[in-house]
């Protein structure tokens, strides 16, 4: 176990999540967040993986939905477009 991980407060943890998570994108590469929930809304999965451009590498194993059960976010709101 990490030991920076663990004690602390939220606050002192979510400023150390910020400055790896900026350092993680310090040469301009996509970081998308994403939830066990937001994996379970296959399509919305889907396309949010799309729009982050994240590479398939063979078809899916899973018959893909139209639309999403949950509320789609444009890929604006990102700054992808």
Avoid: C, W
Avoid at 18 to 43: M, Y
Avoid at 54 to 69: A, G, R, T, Y
């Amino acid at each position: 176990m990490n030991p920076l991980m663990s004690g602390g407060s939220s606050e002192r943890a979510m400023r150390r999540e910020r400055r790896r998570e900026s350092r993680l994108s310090i040469n301009q590469p996509r970081i998308v967040r994403f939830s066990p929930e937001d994996v379970k809304d296959v399509a919305y999965f889907n396309r949010l993986l799309e729009t982050f451009g994240v590479p398939k590498d063979h078809d899916p194993l899973i018959e893909i939905p139209e639309e999403p059960v949950s509320e789609t976010v444009p890929p604006d709101a990102y700054g992808l477009e």
